[in-house]
Every structure is written in structure tokens, then in C-alpha cells.
């Protein structure tokens, strides 16, 4: 059997006791810590990264060795407490899933409404996992709403100017006046304020 297990502390010496109790418990059912694939890693102010840089963890006749990043239930963690690696790693993944359900968007046969929910549960459930608890910088948000503005523009194709006769590629502001949906990143400062108000 396989279990992931997270232990949390506020220093060393709760995660020492934390551990020992764990380790007592899982061998009275016969249960082993893997060393290999037990990590350890610090999350704290940048400004005290420089002083603390201790390599392994040393507890009992364990060795655990401490690493930079590390990614739990999804979510990329890092020692100086930096959303944007994650934020990164999300816009990546959700491309990666715009491209692999891009064939739907071309269907011509698909309604443009079938499409913009294919997008809502594929794409930004991917791109918006765990982002309750980001803190975006203008230019963050502006990555996010550039990235889903490419996406609305394959669903929604161009149009037809009958004044200047030719296609025209949709503005940004015309795309959310057809839409009838707030930005991606203002969808994400809204459900950061629902989850505040959750855990208040």
C-alpha cells in the first residue's frame, strides 16, 4: 500500500516530533518510511533563505533530503513562498490542454456556446486550481488574460464586417461583450475573496 502523508511544523523540532509519532504508528501495522521519496522542504521569507540553506534533515536512522520545489496535490510549493512558479506552471499545463481539445474548437458543427464550456471545465479549471491563494501582480494577471483571449479568439473565429467588407479579428473588449464573462484574472480575485470569506 501507498500513502502520502503531510507533516507541517512551524520549526525543526515540531516535525522531529511529528515524525517519531508518525513512524511509531506505522510500524504497529507494519508500515516502512520510504527515505527515497520523502523530501523535506522550508517555506519562508526570502530574506532568510541565505541563512538558513541546511542540506539533509537528519532524524533518527533517516536521511531526508531537502529540496527547493516541490509539488503536492498538484500545486508547486518553493522555499521563498513564490506563487509564480506555480502560476507559470498552470498557464503551461493549461496550453497544453488547449492544444489537445483544439480539434473541438475548429469543429464547425460544435455551437460556440458547447465550446466556451468545453473551455470553462477544461482550460480554466486547469489554469485556476489552488489560485485562492495567489496574490497576482498586474503582470500576472495580464499574462492570464492574454493567454485566455487566444483561446476565446479560436472559439469565437473572426467576423464579418459588412461596412469595410473583410474579416476582422475581435478587439479585447468585444470579446468580453460577447462572452458576458468577467477576465480570467478578475474571476480568480473573486473566488479569492470566496475563499477568504470561507476560511473567515
Not at 504508528?25 to 527515497?36: D, H, P, S, T
Not at 461583450?177 to 478578475?186: C, D, G, L, Q, Y
Request: hydrophobic share 35%; aromatic share 8%; proline share 1%.
Amino acid at each position: 500500500m501507498v500513502t502520502d502523508i503531510e507533516l507541517i511544523g512551524k520549526n525543526e523540532i515540531e516535525i522531529r516530533k511529528l515524525f517519531v509519532e508518525m513512524e511509531n504508528i506505522a510500524r504497529k501495522f507494519g508500515l516502512q518510511i520510504n527515505q527515497e521519496k520523502t523530501k523535506y522542504i522550508t517555506v519562508e521569507r526570502k530574506t532568510s533563505l541565505k541563512q538558513n540553506k541546511i542540506g539533509h534533515l537528519n532524524i533518527k536512522n533517516h536521511k531526508f533530503e531537502r529540496v527547493e520545489n516541490l509539488k503536492y496535490l498538484g500545486v508547486i510549493l518553493n522555499e521563498g513562498n513564490n506563487y509564480q512558479i506555480d502560476l507559470q506552471e498552470r498557464i503551461k499545463n493549461a496550453n497544453k490542454t488547449y492544444f489537445m481539445v483544439q480539434k473541438f474548437f475548429k469543429n464547425k458543427n460544435l455551437s460556440k456556446k458547447l465550446k466556451s464550456r468545453l473551455k470553462n471545465t477544461t482550460i480554466d479549471k486547469t489554469l485556476t486550481c489552488a489560485s485562492g491563494t495567489w496574490k497576482l501582480t498586474k503582470r500576472d494577471r495580464k499574462q492570464m488574460n492574454i493567454f485566455e483571449r487566444k483561446v476565446y479568439r479560436r472559439i469565437l473565429g473572426p467576423v464579418y464586417d459588412n461596412e469595410k467588407e473583410n474579416w476582422m479579428i475581435l478587439t479585447n473588449k468585444e470579446i468580453y461583450a460577447v462572452v458576458k464573462k468577467p477576465t480570467i484574472s478578475e474571476t480568480v480575485r473573486l473566488d479569492r475573496l470566496r475563499w477568504f470569506g470561507h476560511v473567515q
